[in-house]
DNA sequence: GACGATTGTTAGTGCAACATACAAAAAGAG
DNA sequence: CTCTTTTTGTATGTTGCACTAACAATCGTC
């Protein structure tokens, strides 16, 4: 055997750096992948004490951002499919946050809104995010970040 | 900015068009979500026909790269836990794309290593990810590929 | 009024991240 | 060399999320 690759200390550099994973450092998606995994993980570290996740996050700040948006409004903002939608305003409901009302306009449609404790929430909760985006952020100039943001916009619009 | 703006619920009327998700622009971690769910799911559009996952993608290349690495090696590459790459394996294994073998010079660790089966299937998994990229990278300039593709190792280094 | 489309809903599947616990083997300390 | 700690693989269970398929109520249109 020519590499004694088992000496894997958690203190082992990997002098190998770039050749780890050869040729899929070219690959785009993988780097969007590991980089969101690293965010996804120090997001959900910086929420353990709200127990809050990325997503819930979200939809409270885009409700409070549209109140009386629907379900499938708020679908399409985040990109999600309504059965997925239905699953997060269900929890967020369930504690309290969130209260679906009916829809004056459409009789198939409902209302959703902040209650006072979803309101409370979510002021925590951007407070959580500064911090996090400040751990995010560091590693970039302000250029860098829109420059980023706006790369990370073509993808996703 | 051509932006196709959805059509909201009529009780949201006065919502111009980049008002959309307001503050929640400025948020890198926003936009690093959006975007990777945009790739996730055009990766899984891709490789429905393969019925494999990025996930199992990402594990087919890098054991072909290191062969006999142990599953704890795997999981650093990819910055996952022995739990989740279990799975990952498992699932790989039973579909005989990877085989399980002891290692001589560690009797912990169990070497990972490509089937015949695998093999193949990682270089028909290669053209899709080459077409997934095609579609991935037409919104840049090779330059900013680069570039993009520095900032994220930035992020998940 | 009938018909097709939309909206919310439920149920079920699959993947993945995480925590915990356990056994076997290795590494380290005395 | 023992004794202890660490590492590795494994099993188990929980949670969150994406997706599909089906269904009822409602809306818009013809």
């Known amino acids: 055997m020519t590499r004694p690759k088992e000496i894997l200390s958690p203190t082992t550099p990997h002098v190998e750096g770039d050749d780890d994973i050869g040729e899929i450092r070219d690959i785009v998606g993988f780097h969007i992948r ?17 127990d809050l996740t990325q997503k819930q ?18 679908a399409q903002l985040m990109r999600m499919d309504r059965a997925t939608t239905m ?11 969130l209260v679906r ?18 309101r409370q929430m979510l002021a925590t909760a951007k407070d959580a995010v500064v911090e996090h ?10 250029k860098e970040v829109v420059s980023l943001i706006e790369m990370l916009t073509r993808i996703h619009d």
Do not use: C, M
Not at 34 to 48: D, I, K, M, P, S
Not at 133 to 142: G, I, M
């Open 133 to 142: 985006e400040r751990w995010l952020k560091s590693r970039f100039t302000e």
């Open 34 to 50: 590991l980089a969101y995994g690293a965010v996804y993980r120090h997001f959900t570290e910086t929420f353990t004490h709200l």
């Open 101 to 118: 009302g009916k829809s004056l306009d459409d009789g198939r449609k409902q209302t959703l809104n902040l209650t006072d404790a979803g």
């Open 87 to 97: 699953a997060i305003v269900n929890r967020l409901q369930a504690r309290g946050y």
């Open 57 to 74: 996050v979200s939809v409270l700040w885009l409700v409070d951002l549209h109140p009386d948006i629907a379900q499938t409004g708020l």
